[in-house]
């Protein structure tokens, strides 16, 4: 069975269209918004899998959104943007939101977005049982990002399978995810210099 997705856009003509994307790969729309309010209460009533959300919208954007969703009942978030910003991006990140795409986007980008809004949504749950809090699992998840990529940069590897080794490290050495992290980041580059020097 797909996923159950509440798509939030002001736009009616993107909303039917990624309804209609998402119909015919097999997700299940559970509703639709057109505010960042409407956004809310539906992902309170639905319990969707993911949710699709603008950025701009009327009333509340969606990074307001984000966060009272988050703060109330976490569910991985993908967000809409006409807008690369960097400030944004981050702003986004403190919120919650896990993967975003810049409009226009193409048809081909928006399952592999959402397939990774998911999957970090998992990472970070399973960060949440160990931290306690969302916000300090949001913290560390930042540090097992940049552990990830280091870990796909220097074994040529999948994000999946980064994180797969990662928690592996941290079951097998009884320590947390964001110690194994950290232990990465420290150790990875100095192999990297070693192996230079060696050269």
Do not use: H
Not at 65 to 83: G, Q
Not at 127 to 153: F, H, N, P, S
Request: aromatic content about 4%; overall charge neutral; some cysteine.
């Amino acid at each position: 069975m797909g996923l159950r997705v509440l798509i939030a856009d002001d736009e009616p003509i993107i909303r039917l269209g990624l309804r209609t994307i998402l119909e015919e790969q097999g997700y299940e729309i559970v509703g639709e918004a057109d505010t960042g309010w409407k956004a809310i209460a539906l992902a309170r009533d639905m319990a969707p899998d993911l949710i699709i959300l603008d950025i701009r919208m009327p009333q509340m954007d969606g990074l307001q959104a984000a966060r009272a969703i988050m703060a109330e009942r976490p569910t991985a978030i993908l967000l809409l943007t006409a807008y690369a910003d960097r400030e944004l991006v981050e702003e986004a990140k403190r919120c919650g939101v896990l993967a975003y795409l810049v409009k226009p986007f193409k048809e081909a980008d928006l399952i592999p977005a959402m397939e990774i809004a998911v999957a970090r949504f998992r990472e970070l749950q399973i960060l949440q049982q160990e931290a306690g809090t969302l916000r300090d699992a949001i913290e560390a998840r930042e540090l097992i990002e940049q552990a990830k990529r280091v870990l796909m940069r220097y074994l040529d590897v999948s994000e999946a399978e980064a994180f797969g080794r990662i928690r592996r490290l941290s079951m097998n050495s009884r320590k947390p995810l964001k110690e194994v992290a950290e232990a990465i980041l420290i150790s990875v580059p100095q192999e990297e210099k070693g192996r230079r020097r060696r050269r």
